[in-house]
Nanobody
Framework: QVQLVESGGGLVQAGESLGLSCAAS????????MAWHRQAPGKQRELVAI???????NYADSVKGRFTMSRNGTKNTVYLQMNNLKPEDTAVYYC?????????WGQGTQVTVSS
């Protein structure tokens, strides 16, 4: 089993920055990708950013140029630096890890951006 623990959410004003982190632990042997998703009230969960084992990064169009995902491979931890936050970024942010044929999710962390 793999456990994911997110941290760093909170309440900020529009235009401010916030950083999230996700620490993976447990039976980790070959990570295919790690990603951040988010789910706003009444909306479907959506992919925000993904980082593959090959080092490829992809971002949702809505966050390109504002969000940056990075990884500390030694610690199996990923980060999401969010700059110039907008009210529409308000959501619960979830960390996701794919390994072999399994997918794991964290418990989520709330990000609220006030206007």
């Amino acid at each position: 089993q793999v456990q994911l623990v997110e941290s760093g959410g909170g309440l900020v004003q529009a235009g401010e920055s916030l950083g999230l982190s996700c620490a993976a632990s447990g039976n980790i042997f070959s990570i295919s990708s790690m990603a951040w998703h988010r789910q706003a009230p009444g909306k479907q969960r959506e992919l925000v950013a993904i980082l593959t084992s090959g080092g490829n990064r992809n971002y949702a169009d809505s966050v390109k140029g504002r969000f940056t995902m990075s990884r500390n491979g030694t610690k199996n931890t990923v980060y999401l630096q969010m700059n110039n936050l907008k009210p529409e970024d308000t959501a619960v942010y979830y960390c996701n890890l794919r390994q072999a044929s399994s997918t794991y999710w964290g418990q989520g962390t709330q990000v609220t951006v006030s206007s």
